[in-house]
Each structure stands twice: as C-alpha cells, then as structure tokens.
C-alpha cells in the first residue's frame, strides 16, 4: 500500500512523491512487462537470466568491498 500526503494543497510535489514510490517499488517496470502476454518457457528464461545478472553483481560487491 502506498500512501503519500499532500500538504498546503501542494499536489505537484505529492505526486513527484507518488512517483518516486512506485518507481521504487517496482510498478513501472511491472507493468511495461504486463503489457504484453509472455509464455511461461519464456518468463522462466527471463526469470533466470535476471537471477544470474543479480548474482554477478552481488558477487562483484563482495570482490569489490574485500579489496
């Protein structure tokens, strides 16, 4: 649930806020690959290769921050 308060009637800045939150979250990037049907071999592909891109970059951390 996202929630965002608007003060002095100061909608530009909430909504500024609003869209920093989901972005954050996650919902832009959700919905852009919503938009079309995706088949499940090829959502498993996509699920794999994104968990190997994190787990190189985790790994590059833990290189980087012993050295």
Known sequence: MVRV???????????????KKLNRAGFFREMRNRRFYEKPSEFRRRKNIES???ARKAEARRVAARG
């Open 5 to 19: 308060d608007v003060n002095d009637n100061n909608v530009d800045q909430a909504v500024r806020a609003l869209k």
């Open 52 to 54: 190997y891109r994190r």
